[in-house]
Antibody, heavy 118, light 106 residues
């Protein structure tokens, strides 16, 4: 079945960095925009970033602009999120998702937990 | 930013009931509205896209509709597996924004 598998989450100190990866299989990848969405424990969903099919155009939420960088490798069906200058408020489960028709997120990964704490 | 509100924030219902959840956008978003279902510890799943189109594999008891900036998700006959949290999301403009969610329980 369709699989999006995130990895790279973990515990990091404030000011530190992490790189999240998302491997996509059994799903068309290179023809679709891809995005990252996060969810703080017990809270709602926050869209944080989005990248075009070729990787030439990137979009970010103000909360992460200048600190996070989204990228993709179409040859390996992979999406990435480089997270720098992490803050306690970045603690969340991070999901990768494919953006389908009308930029709706039609398939999601299982999520990876990022905890920012000293 | 486009703000999304949902009502109610929580809802108690029984198997077989018909329930309706409402989502309102702070400005016109056309039909750039999706509905997701999320169960505890799991990723959200797409139910409805373009306000009223059923995603592949989603049961036909789920229906979406739109009227201006108001959107509704209706479940015609609740099944045990439908008890979850439901979110709306606008994809009209970045930053894409989600509603705060509606928790549907027994």
């Amino acid at each position: 079945q369709v699989q999006l598998v995130e990895s790279g989450g973990g515990l990091v100190r404030p000011g530190g960095s992490l790189r999240l990866s998302c491997e996509v299989s059994r799903l068309s990848f290179s023809d679709y925009y891809m995005g990252w969405i996060r969810q703080t424990p017990g809270e709602g969903l926050e869209w944080i970033s989005y990248i075009s099919t070729t990787g030439t155009t990137e979009y970010y939420a103000d909360s992460v602009k200048g600190r996070f960088t989204i990228s993709r490798d179409n040859a390996n069906n992979s999406l990435y999120l480089q997270m720098n200058s992490l803050r306690a408020e970045d603690t969340a489960v991070y999901y990768c998702a494919r953006a389908g028709y009308h930029s709706t997120f039609d398939y999601w990964g299982q999520g990876t937990l990022v905890t920012v704490s000293s | 930013d486009i703000q999304m509100t949902q009502s109610p924030s929580s809802l108690s219902a029984s198997v077989g009931d018909r329930v309706t959840i409402t989502c309102r956008a702070s400005q016109s978003i056309g039909t750039y509205l999706a509905w997701y279902q999320q169960k505890p510890g799991k990723a959200p799943k797409l139910l409805i896209y373009a306000a009223s189109s059923l995603h592949s594999g989603v049961p036909s008891r789920f229906r979406g509709s739109a009227s201006g900036t108001d959107f509704t998700l209706t479940v015609s006959s609740l099944q045990p597996e439908d008890f979850a949290t439901y979110y709306c999301q606008q994809s009209y403009d970045t930053p894409f924004t989600f509603g705060p969610g509606t928790k549907l329980d027994i």
